[in-house]
Antibody, heavy 121, light 109 residues
């Protein structure tokens, strides 16, 4: 079975940092584009970032560029999101989601259960 | 940025009836559109990609159509487990700048 498990969420003060991880199993991680999507409490889905299968190409939504960094470790089938200078409006559940091999057809066909990030003083 | 607008915001339908959900794009593109279902407390689930291709394991009562700026998700005969929030997402833009609609809540009438 395909599994994605996020971890690393929690409470952080405004201006602080947090690193999320997404461990995966059940598929060949290195063959897939990977993504982060977030959902603020009671709100809709918002694309955060995508990283190519090799890790050579990374893209971010406008709200996250310069503050967030996405990386991956194909040897350990893991995806990461380093979040800096966090704001209260970043409070959300963060999901990792699997994409296809090619980023130009990047819909999200498997999702983790999400990890909650709360930014508050 | 392509803005995706879903309508209606809430749709009330009786079990066994048909539900039609709409998604409109602010700029036209081909068929790089996906639909997701999300139940309370759960992660989204991919239903449709390429505007009309059902994802693995998705029942045949779910169908997607559309091209350009107008897309539709139809659920032919609503089952109790279908009551959820549905999101559309475009993945057409390059470099990537994916956007979701705001969601349609499908509730039991």
């Amino acid at each position: 079975d395909v599994q994605l498990v996020e971890s690393g969420g929690g409470l952080v003060e405004p201006g602080g940092s947090l690193r999320l991880s997404c461990g995966t199993s059940g598929f060949n991680f290195g063959d897939h584009t990977m993504n982060w999507v977030r959902q603020a409490p009671g709100k809709g889905l918002e694309w955060v970032s995508s990283i190519s299968s090799s890790g050579s190409y990374v893209y971010y939504g406008d709200s996250f560029r310069g503050r967030f960094t996405t990386s991956r470790d194909n040897a350990n089938s893991s995806l990461y999101l380093q979040m800096n200078n966090l704001r209260e409006e970043d409070t959300a559940v963060f999901y990792c989601a699997r994409g296809p091999q090619h980023m130009d057809e990047n819909f999200f066909d498997a999702w983790g259960q999400g990890t909650l990030v709360t930014v508050s003083s | 940025e392509i803005v995706m607008t879903q309508s209606p915001a809430t749709l009330s339908v009786s079990p066994g009836e048909r539900a039609t959900l709409s998604c409109r794009a602010s700029q036209g593109f081909s068929t790089k559109l996906a639909w997701y279902q999300q139940k309370p407390g759960q992660a989204p689930r991919l239903l449709i990609y390429g505007a009309s291709t059902r994802a693995t394991g998705v029942p045949a009562r779910f169908s997607g159509t559309g091209f350009g700026t107008e897309f539709t998700l139809t659920i032919s005969s609503l089952q109790p487990e279908d009551f959820a929030v549905y999101y559309c997402q475009q993945y057409n833009t390059w470099p990537p700048k994916y956007t979701f609609g705001q969601g349609t809540r499908l509730e039991i009438k």
